[in-house]
């Protein structure tokens, strides 16, 4: 271990004096509150000051000894020149030399650090640390396939200095399957399950263990990764790269519907010994169109929190956790969860991902996770994104597309159908184009036509950005109240097709309209729907936990409810003929706001202003 140091630090000497004679220009660093919190650390002007007077160590050494994939840890440190602006930063793997770092392209050069930290957290956090010149730290780690050092430094976020690197520190098998995300497959009776692990295919073969009681077996796993020329451009590919490790999914089929199911990840090695996740249970989709209770979670733009106030708690993502264990305290009286886009906001700094799966364990290794394609998952310039701006980090969709399944034909094109019981749900991609002649179109089309109405009466449109209805401030100044061409081009489709509600996140608040065709309001009522049923209800419900988003002052007349906070949505259906509503607050889990719909088949069936095809055979 002194060795290494040793090595490290005369390692880094060098590379300082070389970057000496170059400037500096290789980074941007954006210091809002909107950007993610790692973004904020200038890793290019990284200086080195390591002082033999300052210390940092880290305990325990070994993590994970009965096999828990969470550790809390003990960082200490002792500085006899304490600052306000010193920090801790985590690093992982341990060893964060500069020997791999290549530029973005021939103008930028390498930075001095390989990489961004995983985390950090000001070092007067301790709230004697500026008095005393001593900090005890604890940390939050989860198992991300690598060690883990901790170092400090001066200077702050935009002139950091190197004062102090801390032991490495490692969990018992870093290697272990971990995170698993469950998804409907692509047929009502099948599960899949997607997990994370340090096992290449060389190594070792993946598979699921699962069945119902005494009677097990076993289905092989599909294995991918994904390397640094992946990527589309910086962070994700440069500071904020780090390996992902291997992203497994295996495919449970057959399944008996209403089933409860045990199951548990493993790996043989090639010498024949096996390798276990935890074992954890599921409960399998209804048979489409069975009468029974069904429950249904809806909500965008979650991202993910540290719990050991790393990263600027409460300041990127304020309700990420408090949506998180909200779903987490009521997980029983949940069926299937849809987090429609904005997923993690790693925007490109990829050990995030690794954060949020871990995150959201409790909940997708349990119930149906399933996603769609947001801004911060895909879009950056030239490839192939219908915006051309950068708020993916340079991951342009690679990572959402690998770490989650979803059941699309074409994992590159982020739109799919799905069912659970009396619901057909219809997932756009509001990142790729979706007007009238594409594609997507076709597709949307597709899925709404193919609902079978007296089985899977309630059917549903989501998409990330609001293609419908918004009064959030922005998009009431572009006189729109919704993103450009969205309502244009897709409402005929939701009218002809009598889509019960349309959900949309982005935009970080919860607002609910009336029943809505052509921007005029088709019903009065506001809390109770029956028969005949004329438009669409449009749902903003982008307040999953990121920073929210202002509305206009000026009310229109199809807004019903407005709330600026985070929350969520619950379906609940009972029948096939009533449907309950809840907008739920993250803060308390309570009911904020509701409406329900009660209507027979023939009330689907019958005729609106352009519902029904204007020909038919018989005439």
């Known amino acids: 271990m002194e060795e290494r140091s040793i090595y490290l630090k005369f390692f880094r000497v060098v590379v300082l004096f070389l970057l000496g004679l170059r400037t500096s220009s290789a980074f941007c660093v954006v210091g809002s509150t909107d950007e993610q919190p790692l973004s904020k650390i200038a890793m290019h002007k990284v200086t080195l000051g390591l002082r033999e007077s300052v210390t940092i160590g880290a305990s325990p050494v070994v993590l ?89 430094f001066s200077g702050g976020l935009s002139n950091p200095k190197l004062v102090a690197e801390s032991n490495f520190i490692s969990f018992a098998n870093p290697k272990a399957p971990l995170y698993p995300r469950l998804a409907q497959g692509k047929s009502w009776n099948e599960m899949t399950v997607t997990w994370t692990s340090g096992y290449s295919i060389d190594e070792a073969v993946p598979f699921v263990e699962w069945g119902k009681g005494e009677t097990q077996t076993q289905s092989p ?19 904020g790269w780090r390996d992902p490790g291997f992203i497994h999914t295996s495919f449970l089929i057959n399944l008996w519907p209403n089933s409860v199911y045990t199951y548990r990840m493993g790996h043989v090695l090639s010498n024949g010994s096996y390798i276990w996740s935890k074992s954890y249970s599921f409960k399998s989709s209804p048979y489409p169109g069975q009468d029974s209770l069904q429950r249904v979670i809806v909500f965008g ?55 949020f799966t871990s995150q959201v364990e409790p909940i997708a290794s349990t119930v149906p996770y399933m996603v769609a394609s947001g801004n911060h998952e895909r879009d950056w310039p030239n490839s192939g994104s219908f915006y051309e701006n950068m708020d993916s980090g340079g991951e342009c969709g690679v990572l959402a597309e690998t770490v989650f399944y979803f059941p699309a034909e074409n994992r590159a094109k982020f739109w799919y159908s799905t069912d659970y019981g009396m619901f057909h749900f219809c997932i756009a991609d509001s990142e790729h184009d979706w007007r009238e002649g594409t594609e997507q179109y076709k597709f949307i089309e597709h899925c709404l036509a193919s609902a079978d109405r007296r089985k899977q009466p309630w059917l549903i449109f989501a998409a990330h950005r609001v293609l419908g209805y918004s009064s959030n401030s922005w998009y009431a100044q572009e006189g729109s109240f919704e993103e450009p061409m969205g309502r244009e081009s897709l409402q005929k489709l939701w009218q002809k097709y009598r889509v019960d509600i349309a959900f949309y996140g982005h935009v970080h608040n919860y607002e609910r309209t009336c029943p809505i065709y052509q921007n005029q309001c088709v019903n009065s009522d506001k809390s109770h729907y029956s028969g005949t049923v004329k438009g669409t209800i449009h749902v903003v419900v982008g307040g999953g936990g990121s920073h929210l988003s202002e509305f206009t002052t000026a009310i229109p007349n199809w807004s019903i409810y407005r709330d600026y906070d985070w929350g969520f949505v ?12 809840e907008y739920k607050k993250s803060r308390d889990g309570k009911v904020y706001d509701s409406f329900t719909i009660s209507r027979e088949y023939k009330d689907v069936l019958a005729c609106v202003h352009d519902s029904c095809e204007p020909t038919t055979l018989a005439s």
């Not at 640094?228 to 962070?235: A, F, I, K, L």
């Not at 619950?570 to 509503?581: C, E, G, V």
């Open 64 to 152: 994970g000894l009965q096999g828990q994939d969470t550790e809390w840890v003990t960082v200490n440190i002792v500085n006899p020149d304490p600052s306000e602006d010193d920090w801790v930063a985590v690093f992982s793997p341990a060893n964060f030399n500069a020997s791999t770092c290549s530029p973005v392209n021939d103008e930028d050069q390498t930075p001095y650090l390989c990489s961004s930290p995983i985390k950090y957290k000001y070092a007067n956090a301790s709230r004697t640390y500026t008095k005393t010149g001593k900090a005890s730290l604890k940390f939050q780690l989860i198992n991300q396939r690598a060690d883990f050092s901790f170092a400090l």
């Open 221 to 239: 796993a599909g294995t991918l990764t994904i390397d640094q020329n992946s990527m589309c451009g910086s962070p994700a590919r440069t500071v």
């Open 301 to 355: 733009d979650m991202g993910k929190a540290e719990r050991d106030g790393s990263n600027e708690y409460s300041d990127y993502q304020p309700g990420a956790l408090n949506t998180t264990d909200q779903l987490i305290k009521d997980l029983k009286n949940i069926d299937i969860v849809f987090h429609i886009g904005d997923l993690s906001y790693a925007n490109g700094y990829i050990s995030q991902w690794d954060q």
């Open 570 to 581: 619950k379906l609940t259906a009972f029948n096939r003929s009533s449907l309950l509503f």
